[in-house]
């Protein structure tokens, strides 16, 4: 079945710098993929939608220069938390739409464990 | 505005006994329904998936019938296994967007 992965699975950064997270769809294409993130006990959020070839569109109350996302090729988006702080540690999430015919499944990346100190 | 409402957890059961987790949601259109499970340490998994009314969705020995008419969606087994011990959430798709609901904690002992 189609596959979604991220990269790094779990990551620990001073605060103030940057992190990076990719996303990609290992054995399909997808012209759009989401973000979000998941906070301890609580359901996830949608941040945004990645668009390839075009801007992404943010949910409200996501701070855009905050969470710069990037759809670079149709396999591979990614998130970048700048300046990450404490507050910004959750576990990230991507998915990722897989099309057959009239069908879609979104499917989800495993996961990416953030910890700021 | 679209949202998914869902039976607060945790849960506890032994094994082998009956589950339901309630989920119920607000939409309009006709949005796609799913399940999705979340093991320990790991990411979502799509568990079963419902795209339009009266249709049942199964998987695993897991099901749920999406009932236009009450707005609902639970999630059964008949008899659940420690392996099932997972978190899982019930979400609505309307076009591109998931909406999510709050999770609900499950826990089998043996």
């Known amino acids: 079945g189609a596959v979604v992965s991220q990269h790094p699975s779990r990551v620990i950064c001073k605060s103030g710098t940057s992190v990076k997270i990719e996303c990609r769809s290992l054995?399909?294409?997808?012209?759009?993929m989401f973000w979000y993130r998941q906070f301890p006990k609580q359901s996830l959020m949608l941040m945004a939608t990645?668009?390839?070839?075009?801007?992404?569109?943010?949910e409200q109350g996501v701070e855009k220069d905050k969470f710069l996302i990037n759809h670079a090729s149709l396999t591979l988006s990614t998130l970048t938390v700048t300046s990450a702080h404490p507050e910004d540690s959750s576990f990230y999430i991507c998915?990722?739409?897989?099309?057959?015919?009239?069908?879609?499944?979104?499917?989800f990346g495993p996961g990416t464990r953030l910890l700021v100190l | 505005g679209d949202s998914v409402t869902q039976m607060e957890g945790p849960v506890t059961l032994s094994e082998e006994a009956f589950l339901t987790i309630n989920c119920t949601y607000t939409a309009t259109g006709y949005p796609s329904l799913f399940w999705y499970v979340q093991y320990p340490g790991e990411g979502l998994q799509l568990l079963l998936k419902?795209?339009?009314?009266?249709d049942k969705g199964s998987n695993k020995g897991f099901e749920a019938t999406y009932r236009k008419e009450t707005t609902s969606f639970h999630l059964e087994k008949g008899s659940v296994q420690v392996s099932d011990s997972a978190v899982y959430f019930c979400a609505l798709n309307t076009g591109n967007q998931f909406y999510f609901g709050t999770g609900t904690s499950l826990t089998v002992i043996p």
């Open positions: 419902a795209t339009k009314a009266d």
């Open positions: 054995d399909f294409q997808a012209t759009t």
């Open positions: 998915s990722a739409p897989f099309v057959t015919g009239a069908h879609e499944t979104q499917y």
């Open positions: 990645s668009n390839e070839g075009s801007k992404a569109t943010y």
